[in-house]
């Protein structure tokens, strides 16, 4: 299967663009979205037939938001953590298939003059926990847009971003979680060396200059490593300031 993670930055925007050529020549299995900024209502627009989409809307208007378009229809899909102040802004949509757990997430972004910090925090806590009990039942993929750069190697210029949001020894630590908790960076997995980023600032011909970060990810649990085959960043794709990402698993050899 090939999963594709992107955050479009505003899906109706993307769509006056290059998204759905885009759908048509990659064709992956399953396709996350965040940030998606709308509802379907707000979209007219006749999906290919071939996938079948589902929605995590913020209440908000035009904020956050994230879907999924798969081909395969999950056996449940669910929105939020289950806890309210975190399940306001369309940030998280779960889909369960037959041997495993697919998590779209769009974390919280701490915001320029850390404001949100303590809140990120305490999510990252929180979402750790949902992943673990999801894990209980069967292995977990989940993928999105986590809002932090986890090493130096992730970013262009480490050290003037040392307390910038997106890059703080809390966030940091909060991504650190995920790995000791049994969790695998599958880009990391397969490429060890730096230069590789999934968001690019719009200023200053950060992008043509590869003066970026790597915010956008695919962890997997770790009973998933043995079919995880392939993982990539795919920076040439345009529409969004951030680029899709992908892995490719394996069938259950069961």
Known sequence: ???ISWNVNGLRSVLRRNFLDYLDAEKPDVLCLQETR???DDVEQLWPAAYTSYWNCAQKKGYAGTALFTKTRPLKVTTGIGILRHDREGRVLTSEFGDFFLVNVYVPNSQRE???LAYR???DRDFLRYLKKL?????VVFCGDLNVAHAEIDLANPKANVHNHGFTPEERAGFSAFLKAGFFDTFREFEPGGGHYTWW????GARSRNIGWRIDYFLISAALRPRLRRAFILPDVPGSDHCPVGIEISPDPS
């Open 1 to 3: 299967m090939k999963f």
């Open 38 to 40: 709308c509802s379907p």
């Open 114 to 116: 850390l404001t949100r």
């Open 121 to 123: 925090r305490q999510w």
């Open 135 to 139: 894990e209980q039942q069967k292995p």
């Open 201 to 204: 600032s719009p200023m200053a």
